[in-house]
């Protein structure tokens, strides 16, 4: 058994979902759990369903017509969703008497897209003479908590997915599952999202619970690259990465997989491929527990943009204990993520990705000390076997010193598989640049 994950850009029209469509005839020896996103913008267009419902006016055009025109493409009439147009219909009169959209009703609302999805998906397999059954999410065991919009998986997933499909792995049921991705459902039977990545997720939780070959995510590109292709043209594919490296990619910048997509994986070892969809005899990226095969000391390049420095300074506090604590504890109090940082006994430089107001968390670490704010900055993170740190940095910073780049901070030693630095936002791309022709030869 294998698990094919494709987001909402590979099934985005009636052209994609026949693409899709052979790939999965392609792989049905293989008898694959078919894992699916909301079609295109559907997502955007639902919530936009939901402003104007709330403002006063019912109007599901927009959410209908593309699902309605791709159903009339592809030959499947009579429609397979007619009962949730009545249904999505019946939800937006609720909110638009109610005048107020809820985040549980938010999540009942946005599941419509996926559940859309995979009941266009399965008619047309089996127009095609594939044999395939849709399922929502809590159809196979996805039970989460209630905590909507950012739901967590709960435990029984792990016995509840495979107590329904293992007649299907085992060859007693040949209908291929078509899988809502990014929904679930909690214990009193309301609809949940599962929250950013979570149709990653959705995938790498299927694959594990049933110790699948392999799941694998379909993108449009030749698997896990050593920088974005919009930087650098010549950016080649990694053959093989570790769970802590895609997660470290996907932290900083990479859109391949979401970092919370690998806990499933991490649990059992199941791999993750990473597949091109335009070029599928491509071998594509695999991501395992521990590499296999000798591998180059930097794995790839990737750099994140709106990033604000912090810079924090207190002689007031040598030789005094809680200074890093009461840093933590303000930004605990204004809930903002710290991304990367630097420390020294009376000095923190740190970085976040926000656009939140800041001047409530910076009146707070003026109590103890100096605080400096400096926005337009990048991180750029190479990840690198850090057992080559000394080589790599060696070669990495020659480079940008000959380019008159300055690294205005640099973190190493969390992570085993990590090194960052921060520069300029406008210089971001040229470090990237600079840095892969340094590590893998000359960018065009």
Same mark, same amino acid.
């Given at each position: 058994m294998i698990v094919m994950k494709f987001g909402g850009s590979s099934v985005a029209n009636a052209e994609r979902i026949r693409h899709v469509a052979e790939i999965i005839k392609a792989y049905k020896g293989k008898r694959p759990v078919v894992v699916l996103s909301a079609m295109g913008d559907t997502t955007d267009h639902l919530l936009e369903a939901a402003e104007t419902a709330v403002k006063g006016t019912v109007d599901i055009r927009k959410v209908m017509e593309l699902h309605e025109k791709t159903q009339? =493409? !592809?030959?499947? &009439?009579?429609?397979? +969703?007619?009962? %949730?147009?009545? =249904? !999505?219909?019946? &939800?937006?009169?609720? +909110?638009?008497? %109610?005048?107020?959209?809820?985040?549980?009703?938010?999540?009942?609302?946005?599941?419509?897209?996926?559940?859309?999805?995979?009941?266009?998906m399965a008619a047309y397999l089996q127009k095609e003479g594939l044999p395939a059954q849709f399922y929502d999410a809590w159809d196979i065991g996805f039970i989460s908590d209630s905590n909507y919009m950012a739901a967590e998986l709960d435990e029984?997933?792990?016995?509840?997915?495979?107590?329904?499909?293992?007649?299907?792995?085992?060859?007693?049921?040949?209908?291929?599952?078509?899988?809502?991705?990014?929904?679930?459902?909690?214990?009193?039977?309301?609809?949940?999202?599962?929250?950013?990545?979570?149709?990653?997720?959705?995938?790498?939780?299927?694959?594990?619970?049933?110790?699948?070959?392999?799941?694998?995510?379909?993108?449009?590109?030749?698997?896990?690259?050593t920088a974005d292709p919009r930087i650098c043209p010549d950016a080649r594919p990694v053959p093989e990465v570790t769970y802590e490296e895609a997660q470290e990619l996907a932290v900083f910048g990479s859109q391949i997989l979401h970092p919370r997509s690998m806990v499933p994986c991490l649990r059992t070892g199941t791999p993750v491929r990473v597949k091109n969809s335009y070029n599928i005899e491509s071998p594509g990226s695999i991501i395992v527990a521990k590499h296999t095969q000798k591998t180059n000391p930097v794995c790839a390049i990737t750099s994140i943009k709106n990033i604000t420095l912090i810079d924090i300074v207190s002689t007031r506090m040598i030789g005094a204990a809680g200074f890093l604590a009461h840093i933590f504890n303000q930004f605990l109090k204004w809930n903002i993520s710290i991304d990367v940082i630097a420390t020294s006994e009376v000095s923190v430089s740190l970085t976040i990705n926000t656009q939140t107001n800041l001047d409530g968390l910076v009146a707070d670490l003026k109590k103890v000390a100096d605080v400096n704010v400096k926005k337009g900055k990048a991180i750029i993170a190479i990840i690198c076997d850090v057992a080559s740190t000394s080589e790599i940095l060696a070669q990495g910073f020659t480079a940008l010193a000959r380019n008159n780049i300055n690294v205005q901070m640099i973190s190493q030693g969390a992570s085993k598989v990590n090194i960052s630095f921060i520069c300029n936002e406008d210089q971001s791309s040229d470090v990237v640049k600079i840095l892969h022709k340094a590590f893998f030869g000359e960018t065009r």
């Amino acid at each position: 058994m294998i698990v094919m994950k494709f987001g909402g850009s590979s099934v985005a029209n009636a052209e994609r979902i026949r693409h899709v469509a052979e790939i999965i005839k392609a792989y049905k020896g293989k008898r694959p759990v078919v894992v699916l996103s909301a079609m295109g913008d559907t997502t955007d267009h639902l919530l936009e369903a939901a402003e104007t419902a709330v403002k006063g006016t019912v109007d599901i055009r927009k959410v209908m017509e593309l699902h309605e025109k791709t159903q009339k =493409e !592809l030959g499947i &009439l009579p429609s397979p +969703i007619v009962d %949730l147009q009545a =249904e !999505l219909q019946q &939800l937006l009169t609720g +909110i638009c008497m %109610l005048k107020e959209l809820t985040k549980r009703t938010r999540d009942y609302l946005v599941s419509f897209g996926e559940r859309m999805s995979v009941r266009i998906m399965a008619a047309y397999l089996q127009k095609e003479g594939l044999p395939a059954q849709f399922y929502d999410a809590w159809d196979i065991g996805f039970i989460s908590d209630s905590n909507y919009m950012a739901a967590e998986l709960d435990e029984s997933v792990w016995r509840l997915i495979p107590s329904h499909l293992d007649d299907y792995k085992n060859g007693k049921n040949d209908a291929i599952p078509i899988v809502t991705g990014f929904i679930a459902k909690d214990k009193e039977g309301h609809i949940t999202t599962l929250g950013r990545g979570g149709s990653d997720l959705s995938a790498t939780m299927l694959g594990s619970a049933m110790c699948a070959e392999e799941i694998q995510t379909w993108k449009d590109v030749d698997g896990i690259l050593t920088a974005d292709p919009r930087i650098c043209p010549d950016a080649r594919p990694v053959p093989e990465v570790t769970y802590e490296e895609a997660q470290e990619l996907a932290v900083f910048g990479s859109q391949i997989l979401h970092p919370r997509s690998m806990v499933p994986c991490l649990r059992t070892g199941t791999p993750v491929r990473v597949k091109n969809s335009y070029n599928i005899e491509s071998p594509g990226s695999i991501i395992v527990a521990k590499h296999t095969q000798k591998t180059n000391p930097v794995c790839a390049i990737t750099s994140i943009k709106n990033i604000t420095l912090i810079d924090i300074v207190s002689t007031r506090m040598i030789g005094a204990a809680g200074f890093l604590a009461h840093i933590f504890n303000q930004f605990l109090k204004w809930n903002i993520s710290i991304d990367v940082i630097a420390t020294s006994e009376v000095s923190v430089s740190l970085t976040i990705n926000t656009q939140t107001n800041l001047d409530g968390l910076v009146a707070d670490l003026k109590k103890v000390a100096d605080v400096n704010v400096k926005k337009g900055k990048a991180i750029i993170a190479i990840i690198c076997d850090v057992a080559s740190t000394s080589e790599i940095l060696a070669q990495g910073f020659t480079a940008l010193a000959r380019n008159n780049i300055n690294v205005q901070m640099i973190s190493q030693g969390a992570s085993k598989v990590n090194i960052s630095f921060i520069c300029n936002e406008d210089q971001s791309s040229d470090v990237v640049k600079i840095l892969h022709k340094a590590f893998f030869g000359e960018t065009r």
